[in-house]
């Protein structure tokens, strides 16, 4: 009697198991992740993707202007973004979140920095704020170097040239992707020449180049940072597994860095560095699968494992 009972209650528990992953809809198969092209998002979305697909599910992966990207989850074309950068964003954050359109699924990024940056010996020379730039704008030759096209931080720049705030009216915003941006900033690092740019943290260029951050633009890039998970309206609750298992995710920034760093030092590509990382910090996983099955209701922990 005994034997049977424990039969039938190991029955039922692995029913509810099976449940939970047969709640979600059919089109929960694919997971479609938002992707500016930042060396950052590589990381996060390819870590995402890595246990996506050991849970059983397809990643699709949609390399997108950060504008198109809020669209595209308001239409229901892109399911996730673990990119929305704060304050960075947050006029997106208030068109899309707050109003309900889009839905935030966690804050997966703390103590973040995205603003201006100078190298250190120009910083050294007396560039330490937005005021200070004008003062070099022939040193500079009156160029600020953001990155692509339509990002919320390019925009910002170019209300501050629009307004004149800081001197800046007569300067011009280069755009470019963010590695056209760094190797631009490496040629005129190596030559001594001032160049002013965007910067951020996480990123490994805080390693390859001797940089300072500039103050005075917190009304603009608000001062200390973080980054959200978002979602397409409903998504958690139409694909509660995967919707479960994106909420889970949270980075650190040393993880990033070093991840990025065998990236962009050509030491691996992006998917073998991560898990190269797993490898070496395999406990992390168990905290992201906390709730989660497998797509068809099995083990997690020992699928995902079991890809490294």
């Not at 631009?184 to 001594?192: L, S």
Request: charged content about 20%.
């Amino acid at each position: 009697m005994k034997t049977i009972k424990n039969a039938c209650v190991a029955s039922l528990l692995l029913g509810t198991v099976a449940l939970t992953a047969q709640a979600e809809d059919a089109s929960c198969a694919k997971v479609r992740l938002g992707d500016p092209g930042w060396s950052d998002i590589a990381v996060t979305n390819g870590i995402a993707q890595f246990l996506l697909d050991g849970l059983g599910y397809k990643t699709e992966t949609q390399i997108l202007a950060v504008p198109i990207i809020y669209a595209g989850l308001q239409k229901g074309q892109v399911d996730a973004f673990l990119g929305n950068w704060m304050p960075a964003q947050q006029d997106n954050y208030d068109k899309f979140v707050a109003s309900g359109i889009v839905d935030k699924l966690a804050q997966n990024l703390s103590g973040t920095e995205y603003t201006l940056a100078v190298p250190t010996y120009a910083y050294e020379a007396g560039v330490k704020t937005f005021a200070d730039l004008d003062k070099f704008a022939d040193q500079f030759d009156r160029k600020l170097y953001g990155i692509a096209a339509g990002s919320p931080a390019n925009e910002s720049i170019r209300k501050m040239i629009a307004a004149d705030e800081f001197g800046l009216g007569d300067w011009k915003l280069v755009e470019s992707s963010e590695q056209a941006m760094l190797v631009q900033v490496g040629r005129a690092v190596k030559r001594d020449k001032y160049v002013v740019f965007l910067g951020w943290t996480p990123h490994p260029m805080n390693v390859q180049h001797d940089m300072k951050y500039l103050k005075g633009g917190e009304q603009h890039f608000g001062d200390s940072g973080h980054v959200n998970s978002l979602a397409r309206k409903g998504y958690a609750s139409q694909c509660p597994n995967a919707g479960k298992l994106l909420s889970n995710l949270s980075f650190t920034q040393e993880m990033e860095n070093a991840i990025m760093n065998q990236v962009l030092s050509k030491q691996a590509n992006n998917q073998q560095a991560i898990k190269n990382w797993l490898k070496a910090n395999p406990t992390v996983i168990d905290g992201w699968l906390q709730g989660v099955t497998t797509r068809d209701g099995g083990d997690a922990l020992a699928a995902v494992k079991a890809r490294l």
